[in-house]
């Protein structure tokens, strides 16, 4: 824990003991304090002193009305109701945190860039539109304005080297484009208490001669679906399935798959953050100019184990979960492995953790303690080793050129606010959203972990980087998502085959990238697509995209939950 005493120094103020001497502000400050920014990696008098440097920076902004939006999430939500409230009575700024849709925050920074307007002041966006905001130049690189313009509402006590996902943020360039506010990454999740049944073990391992236990590979998974589905089939007088997913045609369905589900089949090349020449979209760069998506140009969204991803979805969605489950969305989704009758998902998004361990559902032990667990997600047999294994959602603090200096440094001192070391802990112990490596290697983490069924040890280990967002080869994020989900729900349906469907996605994939390479957008950095050439051409060289290996299904592989916690923990630093 940090003294109060040197952060002062590093801000250059004194420490207040004097409450005579102190205004409104440092009230105002010392009361959210001690009511409501507990635990913290810094120790009281730190906190008040790196709070002393907002009140100081803010004195210019006081009275003005800044709004700032993000997606509606359980972070968020404390940020807007919350953390809003006391960033206004500690400096003075009318502070608006407005919470709406993934989408509707896309459509609103959208709008900004295309009409020169200024919606809002200041928006948390996903990293995923690294690749959009470096090219635009609708965007102020936070590098930049941090050395310029922005200097003098930088925070002395910002510590970016304390974030943990600022490779997420930084552009080809190498600047950083985006602060990180809140992360959460897609894992495997499973019924631990099931899998540790010695009856259910013995059954397990005389049927398909190997342990029961976290899947390393699509083959353990799609043995431990089948399992649980048609040979268990009921615990407790249950019906249970060995899967859970999602397929009803909505925007939703895309993030199923561009959230890194054609890397961990293993589509793309080595690479982390991400896969380079070809990323987990199946999108090839030629130095960091998008050159195409289609295997006759280098890509990898239309090959084999394109195909084998989109195959297996389908499969398992269908054999494996509930049959309602073809005709929901994501956020119908979500909720249901919480009431008791799915063994396992392999594509599982830690946001849900808070739910998940809600005491009183039925995957809640009585001291509150969890039934289930995360582990690192299965890969399918196209992984190779050095390859992205999974996605990790990076809400980001983005500001845009496009908002007066003003506003724009006032909503700074805000985003600075919500992410800063005495705010930080209590807000990821609220929305379970780590950014910051001090928070994590608190004391309270370590007391909390137990709770959480794997989500501290995760982001402890040095595993966490192999999960990461979409990265810098997808120019225009908005243009490209859209597609997927579109050209994706006509295999679900049965309209097309999974192979046709991904050649059209490719398809169109690829005419985007030919309007924006006519348009010039990104400079160097432009699309530049190579010219078509036999498929095999590509196949014949290193890496992605990949020939279709003559089998697609190895020998299930499975580790011990318990043994792959000692591993992480022997790693951490």
């Not at 407005?98 to 860039?113: F, N, P, R, S, Y």
């Not at 049965?494 to 169109?508: F, I, K, S």
């Not at 990104?522 to 498929?535: H, I, M, S, Y």
Request: proline letters at 6%.
């Amino acid at each position: 824990m940090l003294k109060g005493s040197a952060v002062a120094v590093a801000l250059g103020l004194a420490v207040f003991a004097n409450p005579a001497a102190a205004d409104q502000y440092t009230d105002a400050a010392k009361k959210w304090i001690d009511s409501e920014f507990q635990p913290s990696s810094l120790d009281k008098d730190a906190q008040m002193a790196e709070l002393e440097w907002f009140i100081k920076a803010a004195e210019p902004f006081r009275g003005m009305e800044i709004n700032v939006v993000s997606e509606t999430i359980t972070t968020h939500e404390y940020e807007s109701k919350v953390l809003a409230k006391a960033f206004s009575e500690i400096t003075g700024i009318k502070l608006t945190h407005d919470l709406i849709g993934e989408g509707d925050v896309i459509e609103k920074l959208q709008t900004q860039m295309q009409s020169g307007r200024n919606i809002y002041d200041a928006y948390i966006n996903d990293s995923d539109l690294i690749g959009t905001h470096s090219r635009y130049d609708a965007v102020v690189p936070l590098t930049d304005f941090m050395a310029g313009e922005g200097k003098d509402v930088t925070s002395p006590t910002l510590d970016l080297e304390d974030f943990i996902g600022l490779s997420f943020t930084t552009g080809p360039d190498g600047k950083l484009y985006q602060l990180p506010d809140q992360q959460f990454a897609n894992l495997y999740w499973f019924r631990y208490d099931w899998f540790q049944r010695e009856d259910l073990q013995k059954q397990f391992k005389d049927k398909y001669g190997y342990d029961l236990g976290v899947p390393v590979n699509w083959s353990a998974y799609e043995d431990i679906a089948e399992f649980f589905t048609n040979d268990v089939k009921e615990i407790d007088g249950k019906k249970v399935y060995g899967h859970m997913d999602y397929g009803k045609k909505d925007p939703s369905l895309g993030w199923r798959f561009t959230d890194a589900w054609l890397s961990m089949a293993g589509a793309g090349d080595k690479g982390i953050p991400n896969g380079l020449p070809v990323d987990e979209w199946g999108i090839r760069v030629e130095g960091c100019a998008p050159a195409g998506s289609s295997v006759t140009r280098g890509g990898a969204a239309n090959g084999p184990a394109a195909v084998y991803a989109l195959t297996k979805y389908i499969d398992w969605l269908k054999a494996y979960a509930p049959a309602e489950a073809a005709g929901m969305t994501f956020g119908e989704a979500g909720p249901v492995p919480a009431q008791g009758q799915i063994a396992q998902q392999i594509f599982w998004y830690t946001a849900f953790t808070a739910d998940m361990a809600k005491k009183g559902t039925p995957v809640v032990n009585e001291d509150g303690t969890p039934k289930w667990r995360m582990a690192p997600s299965p890969h399918g047999p196209y992984w190779e080793e050095g390859m992205k294994l999974g996605y990790q959602d990076v809400g980001s603090w983005t500001l845009m050129k496009s908002t007066p200096p003003e506003r724009r440094k006032a909503a700074w001192l805000y985003a600075q606010f919500v992410t800063a070391k005495t705010t930080s802990l209590k807000k990821t112990l609220t929305g379970l959203t780590p950014i910051r490596q001090s928070d994590l290697d608190t004391q309270a983490m370590t007391d909390i972990a137990p709770n959480w069924g794997g989500l501290v040890e995760f982001y402890r280990s040095p595993a966490r980087v192999q999960w990461s967002p979409t990265g810098t080869n997808v120019p225009d994020y908005p243009k490209l998502a859209q597609l997927w989900w579109q050209n994706v729900a006509e295999a679900v349906t049965g309209e097309r085959t999974p192979q046709e469907a991904m050649d059209n996605l490719a398809t169109a994939m690829d005419r985007v990238l030919e309007r924006l390479e006519r348009a010039g957008i990104g400079g160097e950095c432009a699309p530049k697509l190579n010219e078509e050439q036999d498929a095999q051409y590509w196949f014949d060289q290193p890496g992605a995209p990949k020939p279709k290996l003559d089998n697609e299904k190895p020998q299930g592989e499975t580790v011990k939950y318990d043994d792959l916690i000692a591993e992480w923990s022997a790693a951490q630093k």
